[in-house]
C-alpha cells in the first residue's frame, strides 16, 4: 500500500507536541528557588496554585510579551515547579504540588504564604 500523497504541508505528529519535563528525582531545589525568584514567575505560580484546574497560557494577564512569557513558562517547567501538557490548540499548565511536597516538604507552601503576605502588604492582593 501507497504512502498517503503530501502536498507540502508539515505532517505534525504527537510526539512534537509532548513538552519536556525533569523527573521528580532530577528536580534540585536550587533550580525550583531560581525559577520562584522572578516575580513573574512567582505570580504564574500563585495563580496556578489557587486554581481548581489547569490553566491554559493565555489565561495569564502579564506585564511582558508573549515570547517572555513563554520563556517564564519554560523555565519553571524545566526546574519542575510546573507540569505543562496540550489539550487541543492549549497548552495547560498546574504546579507540580505533589512531587514539590515529597522533595521539600513545606517549601512550596512557605514560598506562596510569603509572597501573599507580601502582595498584601504592598497592596497588590
Known amino acids: 500500500m501507497d504512502p498517503p500523497a503530501r502536498s507540502g504541508a508539515t505532517v505534525t505528529t504527537n510526539a512534537a507536541r509532548v513538552l519536556a519535563h525533569p523527573s521528580r528525582e532530577e528536580i534540585r531545589v536550587e533550580g525550583v528557588l531560581h525559577a520562584l525568584s522572578d516575580p513573574v514567575r512567582l505570580r504564574i505560580v500563585?495563580?496556578?496554585?489557587?486554581?481548581?484546574?489547569?490553566?491554559?497560557?493565555?489565561?495569564?494577564?502579564?506585564?511582558?510579551?508573549?515570547?517572555?512569557?513563554?520563556?517564564?513558562?519554560?523555565?519553571?517547567?524545566?526546574?519542575?515547579?510546573?507540569?505543562?501538557?496540550?489539550?487541543?490548540?492549549?497548552?495547560?499548565?498546574?504546579?507540580?504540588?505533589?512531587?514539590l511536597d515529597a522533595l521539600f516538604p513545606g517549601l512550596l507552601d512557605s514560598v506562596l504564604g510569603g509572597a501573599d503576605l507580601q502582595a498584601e502588604r504592598l497592596g497588590q492582593g
Open 46 to 99: 500563585r495563580q496556578l496554585a489557587g486554581a481548581t484546574d489547569e490553566q491554559a497560557c493565555s489565561r495569564f494577564d502579564l506585564p511582558v510579551s508573549k515570547s517572555t512569557t513563554t520563556h517564564h513558562f519554560r523555565v519553571l517547567r524545566e526546574n519542575g515547579v510546573i507540569s505543562q501538557f496540550y489539550r487541543g490548540t492549549a497548552k495547560l499548565s498546574c504546579v507540580r504540588t505533589e512531587d
